[in-house]
């Protein structure tokens, strides 16, 4: 997915510094991102829809998200009251721990949660926080601005002791209120009233604002629940800690067990005479997708309209609720042979991009929306076995101040059983990033979760340059996925790399063994 309107050069990777004031057009609420480009800021304008794709110091190139290459390392906390905090500016934040907002007024005012643990201060950008919890696809991010906006998706709702009942309005889309993690998020949200308040605090805080005339900061109140552990992505200095990406938390128990759900996309399918149809879509394999930067175009109304898969945030639930759908209505299904009936001149096919787009649907509409999966809900989000090797990154880093480190989290490609584990859950990578410093190629260290006891040695992969290690590192991994989990030998052959075993050392020796083979 590719962000626009780009004013910058195609092959030229820039940050994102932090996001700015809202703003508003034909009714639509757009964010204003600032990017560091040539050691200044240049501000560019998104739909609040986008806000999923936006996550500060993250890389960017030809407006697509280089998940390969944020800034800072994975850190863990566990906040005993979430909502015990002050409130600070951006900018008395960042100073704390030397990162620069370039001296830009809209930046530095945005709000900042400051949190104390024991003898440890942690930084949370209020627009991290809702990024992350509550912007988890585009109907939620363009809900959230909107007044009482979640009691309009929900028609009927009760909680029966540890059975929740939901039926959602036709807003929710087809395709996402078939996803059962989404069920599990949304019952959650909705009948938790401490996430639920905090959720509706967005658009009362942006209201007052709007009332006082004043900037259009996004703003949110932080539930007030107990022993939240966080997993993060951030940067530290001198026991403070900046959190530029929420990777996922524990935040609070459902009260339920079971939810039933209903909704017009739950029809009873009901066997008829006759022989099934198939034609095969051409969307299967339609290209690139890209923001749509026309802000007079609208995106028209789509019940089953396009999701794409780009898991960055994961939920913790000790007891995933089952979920159950009511049928409401009833679908004739064929049940003779099927057969494909394909139309069309034949020859091959171009890939174009797509133009997409992440405001409200209308009628009259012509851009195709999109709709984004950003949340896996699991019931264990602590290491899938990955806490060693974070441990010894951090070691490396405090060690050998001559090298730059980041760490950053994925999730291996689907298409095999590897690519998940055996509870399901998909399967955890991390990258760590080794850059010498005045060096102008890194090297790279990829550990793939084998919490399941697979045999699988650390990987890294030395002096490749930035410009293509994004794709360099996306054709390893699908590689290893086809593979079924090992190293595939072909993919590797035009690197200078090594296979490092895992041993029973502590994590100073198992640092120094990384920089032996550096």
């Known amino acids: 997915m590719k962000l626009r309107p780009w004013i910058f050069d195609e092959d030229k990777a820039v940050t994102l510094k932090w996001l700015g004031n809202l703003t508003t057009r034909n009714n639509q609420w757009f964010i204003r991102a600032g990017f560091e480009y040539n050691n200044q800021i240049e501000f560019l304008k998104f739909p609040i829809a986008a806000l999923p794709l936006l996550k500060i110091g993250a890389l960017y190139r030809d407006g697509q998200i280089l998940e390969h290459k944020a800034e800072g390392i994975v850190y863990d906390v566990t906040i005993p009251q979430l909502a015990q905090c002050k409130v600070i500016t951006a900018l008395d934040a960042c100073k704390l721990v030397d990162y620069y907002l370039f001296a830009k007024l809209e930046l530095m005012i945005q709000l900042v949660f400051e949190i104390s643990v024991e003898d440890k201060t942690y930084y949370l950008p209020q627009v991290e926080f809702i990024r992350a919890v509550f912007a988890v696809n585009n109907i939620m991010t363009n809900t959230m601005l909107q007044p009482n906006g979640i009691e309009l998706l929900v028609t009927k709702s009760n909680l029966n002791g540890q059975r929740a009942s939901l039926e959602l309005s036709d807003e929710v889309q087809n395709n996402i209120v078939k996803d059962e993690n989404f069920i599990r998020y949304f019952a959650w949200l909705y009948l938790s009233p401490n996430i639920k308040a905090s959720f509706e605090s967005i658009y009362t805080l942006l209201a007052q604002k709007i009332l006082n005339k004043d900037y259009l900061k996004l703003e949110v109140h932080l539930p007030a629940v107990l022993n939240t552990f966080i997993r993060f992505r951030g940067i530290e200095k001198d026991n403070k800690y900046l959190i530029l990406q929420w990777l996922g938390s524990d935040m609070e128990e459902t009260a339920f067990t079971d939810i039933e759900v209903k909704h017009k996309a739950f029809k009873k399918r009901i066997a008829a005479p006759g022989q099934r149809k198939y034609r095969k879509s051409l969307k299967e394999d339609d290209g690139e997708k890209v923001l749509n930067e026309d802000n007079e175009q609208r995106s028209k109304q789509d019940a089953n309209q396009q999701v794409i898969d780009m898991p960055s945030t994961q939920l913790q639930f000790d007891n995933l609720a089952d979920v159950h759908k009511v049928y409401g209505s009833e679908q004739e299904l064929n049940q003779g042979d099927i057969y494909i009936s394909n139309k069309g001149q034949g020859g091959g096919i171009q890939k174009q991009e797509q133009v997409v787009g992440l405001d409200e649907s209308i009628f009259g509409g012509t851009i195709q929306p999109i709709e984004f999966k950003t949340l896996e809900v699991t019931k264990y989000i602590k290491g899938q076995g990955l806490e060693e090797f974070i441990k010894m990154i951090r070691v490396f880093k405090n ?72 794709e360099i590192v996306k054709n390893i991994l699908k590689k290893l996925v086809y593979n079924s989990g090992a190293w595939n030998n072909d993919s590797l052959r035009n690197f200078e790399y090594v296979r490092i075993k895992h041993t029973k050392q502590d994590n100073i020796r198992w640092a120094e063994r990384i920089k032996t083979y550096l």
């Not at 298409?415 to 399967?427: A, E, H």
């Not at 410093?437 to 930035?466: A, G, P, Q, W």
């Open 399 to 470: 060690k050998y101040k001559d090298y730059l480190v980041s760490l950053n989290f994925l999730y291996l490609p689907t298409g095999r059983v590897f690519s998940f584990l055996p509870n399901g859950n998909r399967r955890i990578v991390v990258i760590a990033k080794l850059l010498k410093k005045y060096s102008s190629v890194s090297s790279y260290l990829i550990e793939v979760s084998t919490v399941d006891n697979r045999s699988l040695s650390t990987l890294l992969i030395k002096n490749i340059t930035d410009m293509h290690v994004e």
